[in-house]
């Protein structure tokens, strides 16, 4: 056998089977692609450290319905910031475009006394409208993004300020028994016979998926993980769902938010790897300029895919203002962009383009949010809250930079 071939991915896992695949990821973990490992490891840590300190509150059912609602929002609007960044693209605007879509919305509901579904579709256009200014602008005139979106956030907030008025604060109308309002997005839960059937939908995606996923690369005569392999992982997977599931059925149950965030990641998982568009994204954050000469419209993906993140800050903003019942003039501010980008990024969305997918948004704001909800529990103060987050991201960067660097020195 020539050196080439054993080295050969194919070669290896079919000549040792589940001893030829562990040996073949032992040599990817050497070469520094590690996946999703270190979010694993560091979510299990996570847990472990804040169910001890809070004697066993972090882990209890109150806690992580909690939990889920407070995900849903800021990781809508991860997702937004996973498709820029996949484009080695930055976005400094997700957080206060949130605030301002969530502003319209209020103002079209409350003070101007429309029917929620046209409030949310109002909130919905302005995000749109947002997106395809800025893109228009980064790619018409070959701005950085950095320098646009930073104006946006300056220019966005004064806008946010505006539409609020001098009075501030617009609170959302409470539950009505016979017509469909905001606040019913974080508002309604699922239990019983329900909330399990919405995961054993979800079970069945991620079961179904890597299963044709197999059968298809056998046939073609492609390198397959071992059936056991998948099947291990497609069976840890639903376990952790089921007891997740039965953990929130013992209190109020599986929240409307958190099923309408795992639709998006399935939707957007869907057209990142199957369709032509999402494989324009990959080539465009790994070489654009070779993108461009294989005929890829680089500056129009770039313009769908601004429209794209400003839409999903919207929505993000909206789901958030539906669970404070209210929206202010600190609304999408704060801590919003950085758990947003820190989501992504822990996730294993790699800042420099081209690597990642919108599973990392739900791997991140999961480590992310559970960090934020474990301080709270613990009543740390927000200045050392903001240490943390900041250095937890800054680990993620840098784990990034040197896997990338080895990566490269091994020839990936």
Request: charged share 10%; proline share 3%; hydrophobic share 50%.
């Amino acid at each position: 056998m020539s050196s080439t071939q054993e080295h050969d991915p194919r070669v290896i896992r079919e000549q040792g089977g589940m001893a030829g695949f562990l040996a073949d990821y032992r040599r990817r973990l050497a070469q520094g692609d590690v996946g999703q490992l270190p979010v694993v490891v560091g979510l299990i840590a996570i847990c472990a450290i804040f169910q001890i300190t809070s004697k066993g509150v972090f882990l209890g059912s109150f806690n992580l319905v909690n939990l889920t609602l407070q995900m849903a929002a800021v990781g809508t609007i991860s997702v937004g910031v996973v498709l820029i960044l996949l484009l080695g693209e930055i976005d400094l605007t997700a957080g206060i475009v949130s605030g301002l879509c969530a502003a319209v919305m209020a103002v079209v509901n409350v003070n101007m006394d429309m029917p929620a579904p046209v409030a949310l579709l109002a909130g919905t256009l302005t995000g749109t409208a947002v997106g395809l200014f800025q893109g228009f602008w980064i790619t018409r005139f070959g701005i950085p993004s950095f320098v646009v979106t930073l104006a946006g956030l300056i220019g966005w907030q004064g806008l946010l300020l505006y539409v609020l008025g001098p009075k501030g604060t617009i609170n959302l109308p409470g539950h009505h028994p016979d017509h469909f309002v905001v606040t019913d997005l974080c508002g309604t839960f699922f239990q019983g016979a329900l909330a399990y059937g919405l995961a054993a939908l979800f079970l069945a995606y991620v079961a179904l998926g890597p299963l044709l996923t197999y059968r298809k690369r056998k046939a073609a005569g492609l390198s397959v993980q071992p059936i056991a392999f998948v099947l291990i992982r497609t069976g840890i997977v639903g376990v952790l769902v089921l007891a997740a599931v039965f953990e929130l059925d013992s209190d109020r149950g599986v929240n409307l938010s958190l099923v309408l965030f795992i639709a998006l990641i399935i939707g957007m998982d869907y057209v990142l790897r199957r369709t032509r568009f999402g494989r324009m994204i990959y080539a465009i954050g790994g070489n654009a300029e070779a993108a461009r000469r294989a005929g890829i419209p680089v500056q129009r993906v770039r313009t769908i895919v601004f429209v794209l993140a400003s839409t999903l800050a919207a929505w993000g903003g909206m789901l958030s203002a539906s669970r404070l019942q209210a929206v202010n003039q600190s609304a999408g501010q704060g801590s919003v962009l950085l758990n947003a980008i820190a989501a992504a990024v822990v996730g294993g969305t790699s800042l420099f383009g081209g690597r990642g997918s919108v599973w990392a948004a739900l791997l991140g704001i999961i480590v992310i949010q559970s960090i934020s909800n474990g301080m709270d529990l613990l009543s740390l103060q927000p200045s050392i809250k903001f240490m943390i987050t900041g250095g937890v991201l800054l680990t993620a960067v840098t784990i990034d930079a040197v896997l990338r660097r080895g990566q490269r020195t091994s020839g990936r």
